[in-house]
C-alpha cells in the first residue's frame, strides 16, 4: 500500500498554475461529459441505466471511504441516500415553480438540481456527524449496529412524515438529473477519495484501519479522523441519493431499505475493500448483472413473472457472491491496490528483448 | 533546572481484584536514561499505558511537563510530547515503512490545532475541515507540507538505520528492523521522552549491542528523557543512569544499576539466585 502515489500523480502535471492544478481534473471532465450528455439525447433506456449505475458507484466509492480505507464497518448507507433523496426532493418540489427567467430552461434547472442535491448532500452530511460522533468513539461493531438502526429509523420516519409522502413515496420531484450531471458527482467522489488516499489524511485512516491503538498513540486523533471520513461518505451517499430522486418517477421507502445498504456493502467488498477502482468495477457489474438477467429471462420466454424474479433473487445471490467471495478471494478484487496497480501483473510479461 | 518533563505521583491502577500497579512514583527529566524492570506480569507495561493515557489511574496523578493529563486521550497526551514503542510490536503492518513514520510525523503537524481557551475546540474542527480541504484542492502549500512530512520521515528513518527499506510494507521487515522502525515511528511525533517497551527483544546479541549504542544516541541527539523496559540485564545495566524495579505493582527497589544490583529484594524477586552464581555473588 503506497499512499503517497496519489499526490505525487496528481501533482505531476507541472505545466499547469498551482492554483488551477487542484481543479484541473474538473475542467477536463466536463467538456467530456457534455459530449457523452449530447450522445445519448435520445437514447433514455441507457441514459436510465448509467445514471442508476452512476448512483452505485457514488454509493459505493464513498462507502469505501468508511469501511475500506478507515477499517470501520458502516451498514446503513442507505439510509443516508434516503436523507439526501427526500430532502433534495422536497427541495426540488419546493422550488418547482421558481425560476430563473435569464437563463436557458436547461440550464436553469441544472442549477435547481445543485441546489436540492447539496440541500441533500449536507443534510445526509449532518445526520453523519450525529450518528457517527457517538458510535465512532467506540471501537468494534457498534458502528455496524447503531447505522443498522438508523437505517430503519429513517424509513419509519419517512412512512410517517405528511411531507414525505408517507408509504407511498413522493413523487411529482422534476426529473431534471442528466448524464452529464450524474456523470460530474462521480467524478468528484472519485477525485475526492483517491486524493484523500494519497494525503496525509488518507494516511492516517490507513493508520486507523491497520491499528487503532497505535495510530491513537502516535498522536492521530483516531475519533476526529473516523467521524470525518463519516460525514464525507454521508455527504456523498446524500447527493447519490439526491440525484436518484431526480431521474425516478417516484422514490417510497422500499428504495433504501437494507437490502439497498447490503448491496452497497457487497459491492466494496467486492471491489476490495480500500480500492477506489475496485469500488467503481464491483458496482458498475453489480448494476448490469441483474439487468443483463432480466433481459436473458425476456429473452427466453416473454414471461414477465420471471423477469419480476430477479428483484427478488437479488439477495440471496449477493448472500452467495459474499460467501464465494470470502472463501476465494477474501481480500476482494483488487484487495487494497488500484486497477492501474493490478493490471500490469495480469497481463503475462512479454519475453525480453521484444 | 526546570521540573520534570514526565512524572508519576502514587499512580494506582486496579483491574478487578488486581492490583497491576500502586503507588507507583517516577520523575524523568530532559536527558534521562532510565530503566524499567521486574518480572513478567510485574506491571511494567502497565505502567507505560496509564503513563500514556491508555489506561486511566484509579488512583494518583500523571503530569507531562507539568501538566495534569489524567482524563485525557492518549493523542493528546502524545501531543504534549510523551511518545511510546510496544513490547507486542505494532505497526500499521501494510503501510511502508516510510509512511509509518509519516503518520507519527502527520500527528505532530496537526498539533497546533489543539489549541486551549474558550472556542479552541471549535476553531479546532473548523481548522481541521480546511486542511482536508486544502488536501482536496491540492494547494500548494499542502503539497509543501507533504514533501515535508517525506523529508522527516525519510531522515527518521535513516538515523534509525532503515533507509534501504523505505518503500517495504512494514509486515515484510524482519524482527529486529520492524522494533527500529517503531522507534523511528515513535520520534516521528518529536516527543520529549520516548518510552520503549523491550526494544530489544526478540534480537541477537550483535544487534542488541548496536541498539544500545543508538538509544543513547538518540537521547544526546533528540535531547530526549529515555524510559526503557528491558529483561536484558546486560542492556539496562549497560546504559540505564536509574533503574526502577517493579515486583507485583510494587516498586521494590530504585537506584543506580550498581545498587539495585546489589539488593536483597531485587535478588530473590527478578534476577534470582543463578543471577547470583554467575556474577559471583552480590551481597
Ligand atoms: N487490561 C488488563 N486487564 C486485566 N488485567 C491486566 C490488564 N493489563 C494487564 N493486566 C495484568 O496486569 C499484570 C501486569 O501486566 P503487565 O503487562 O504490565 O506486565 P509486564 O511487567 O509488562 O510483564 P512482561 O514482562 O511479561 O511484559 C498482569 O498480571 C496482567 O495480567
Ligand atoms: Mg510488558
Given at each position: 500500500m503506497q499512499t503517497a502515489s496519489a499526490v505525487s500523480g496528481s501533482g505531476g502535471s507541472s505545466g499547469v498554475p498551482a492554483s488551477l492544478r487542484g481543479i484541473l481534473p474538473v475542467l477536463v471532465?466536463?467538456?467530456?461529459?457534455?459530449?457523452?450528455?449530447?450522445?445519448?439525447?435520445?437514447?433514455?433506456?441507457?441514459?436510465?441505466?448509467l445514471s442508476i449505475m452512476a448512483v452505485n458507484i457514488i454509493l459505493a466509492v464513498s462507502l469505501n471511504i468508511v469501511n475500506g480505507m478507515t477499517g470501520q464497518f458502516s451498514i446503513g448507507h442507505a439510509g443516508f441516500m434516503?436523507?439526501?433523496?427526500?430532502?433534495?426532493?422536497?427541495?426540488?418540489l419546493a422550488l418547482k415553480d421558481v425560476a430563473l427567467s435569464f437563463l436557458p430552461v436547461a440550464v436553469s434547472d441544472q442549477v435547481f438540481l445543485v441546489v436540492a442535491l447539496l440541500a441533500g448532500g449536507i443534510s445526509a452530511a449532518l445526520a453523519g456527524f450525529l450518528v457517527g460522533l457517538p458510535s465512532l468513539r467506540l471501537r468494534g461493531d457498534y458502528l455496524a449496529i447503531v447505522t443498522l438502526g438508523f437505517g430503519e429509523i429513517i424509513r419509519v420516519v419517512v412512512t410517517n412524515t405528511e411531507a414525505f409522502g408517507r408509504a407511498l413515496g413522493l413523487s411529482g420531484i422534476p426529473q431534471t438529473s442528466t448524464v452529464a450531471m450524474v456523470g460530474f458527482w462521480v467524478f468528484l467522489v472519485v477525485l475526492v477519495s483517491r486524493r484523500i488516499a494519497g494525503s496525509s489524511h488518507g494516511r492516517s485512516l490507513w493508520a486507523i484501519r491497520e491499528d487503532e491503538v497505535a495510530a491513537e498513540a502516535m498522536g492521530v486523533n483516531t475519533t476526529g479522523y473516523k467521524v470525518r471520513a463519516f460525514v464525507i461518505s454521508s455527504f456523498f451517499a446524500g447527493i447519490a441519493g439526491g440525484l436518484f430522486a431526480h431521474f425516478v418517477p417516484i422514490i417510497n421507502p422500499g428504495s433504501f431499505t437494507f437490502v439497498k445498504s447490503m448491496e452497497i456493502v457487497v459491492m466494496v467488498v467486492l471491489g476490495g475493500l480500500g480500492?477506489?477502482?475496485?469500488?467503481?468495477?464491483?458496482?458498475v457489474f453489480l448494476t448490469l448483472l441483474p439487468e443483463a438477467l432480466r433481459s436473458a429471462f425476456a429473452a427466453f420466454g416473454s414471461e414477465s413473472t420471471l423477469a419480476q424474479q430477479v428483484d427478488q433473487i437479488r439477495m440471496p445471490v449477493y448472500g452467495l457472491l459474499l460467501v464465494v467471495l470470502m472463501l476465494s478471494r477474501p481480500q476482494g478484487l483488487f484487495g487494497t491496490k488500484e486497477l492501474w496497480e493490478v493490471i500490469p501483473r495480469w497481463i503475462p510479461r512479454r519475453r525480453k528483448g521484444m | 533546572?526546570?521540573?520534570?518533563?514526565?512524572?508519576?505521583?502514587?499512580?494506582?491502577?486496579?483491574?478487578?481484584?488486581?492490583?497491576?500497579?500502586?503507588?507507583?512514583?517516577?520523575?524523568?527529566?530532559?536527558?534521562?536514561?532510565?530503566?524499567?524492570?521486574?518480572?513478567?506480569?510485574?506491571?511494567?507495561?502497565?505502567?507505560?499505558?496509564?503513563?500514556?493515557?491508555?489506561?486511566?489511574?484509579?488512583?494518583?496523578?500523571?503530569?507531562?511537563?507539568?501538566?495534569?493529563?489524567?482524563?485525557?486521550?492518549?493523542?493528546?497526551?502524545?501531543?504534549?510530547?510523551?511518545?511510546?514503542?510496544?513490547?507486542?510490536?505494532?505497526?500499521?503492518?501494510?503501510?511502508?515503512?516510510?509512511?509509518?513514520?509519516?503518520?507519527?510525523?502527520?500527528?505532530?503537524?496537526?498539533?497546533?490545532?489543539?489549541?486551549?481557551?474558550?472556542?479552541a475546540k471549535f476553531r479546532g474542527a473548523l481548522r481541521n475541515y480546511r486542511d482536508w480541504w486544502r488536501a482536496l484542492m491540492l494547494t500548494p502549500g499542502f503539497l509543501a507540507e507533504e514533501r515535508e512530512l517525506t523529508r522527516q520521515a525519510e531522515h527518521l528513518l535513516e538515523v534509525m538505520g532503515l533507509s534501504h527499506r523505505r518503500d517495504e510494507e512494514a509486515r515484510n521487515l524482519p524482527y529486529g528492523e520492524q522494533r527500529r522502525l517503531e522507534i523511528a515511528r515513535a520520534l516521528g511525533t518529536r516527543p520529549k521522552v520516548l518510552l520503549l517497551d523491550e526494544p530489544a527483544a526478540g534480537m541477537n546479541t550483535r544487534e542488541k549491542a548496536d541498539l544500545m549504542v543508538l538509544i543513547r544516541k538518540l537521547r544526546d541527539e533528540f535531547d530526549l528523557g529515555i524510559l526503557v523496559i528491558e529483561h536484558d540485564m546486560k542492556l539496562v545495566m549497560g546504559i540505564c543512569e536509574k533503574i526502577t524495579v517493579l515486583d507485583h505493582g510494587e516498586t521494590i527497589a530504585r537506584g543506580a544499576p550498581a545498587e539495585v544490583r546489589s539488593d536483597r529484594k531485587v535478588i530473590e524477586a527478578y534476577l534470582g539466585d543463578s543471577y547470583l552464581e554467575s556474577h559471583g555473588g552480590a551481597a
Open positions: 471532465a466536463l467538456p467530456v461529459l457534455l459530449v457523452l450528455e449530447w450522445l445519448l439525447s435520445n437514447s433514455p433506456f441507457a441514459s436510465y441505466l434516503a436523507v439526501g433523496a427526500y430532502l433534495a426532493g422536497v427541495t426540488s480500492s477506489t477502482t475496485g469500488a467503481i468495477v464491483a458496482a | 533546572m526546570s521540573g520534570p518533563l514526565l512524572e508519576a505521583v502514587g499512580v494506582s491502577i486496579q483491574f478487578g481484584g488486581l492490583k497491576a500497579l500502586s503507588d507507583f512514583n517516577l520523575a524523568i527529566h530532559k536527558g534521562d536514561l532510565q530503566g524499567l524492570i521486574g518480572p513478567n506480569g510485574a506491571g511494567k507495561t502497565t505502567a507505560f499505558n496509564v503513563l500514556t493515557g491508555v489506561y486511566q489511574p484509579t488512583q494518583g496523578e500523571v503530569r507531562v511537563s507539568g501538566l495534569r493529563v489524567n482524563g485525557r486521550l492518549p493523542h493528546q497526551i502524545n501531543h504534549l510530547g510523551l511518545a511510546r514503542t510496544f513490547q507486542n510490536i505494532r505497526l500499521f503492518r501494510a503501510l511502508t515503512a516510510l509512511d509509518n513514520v509519516k503518520v507519527a510525523c502527520r500527528g505532530q503537524a496537526a498539533l497546533h490545532v489543539e489549541g486551549v481557551g474558550p472556542g
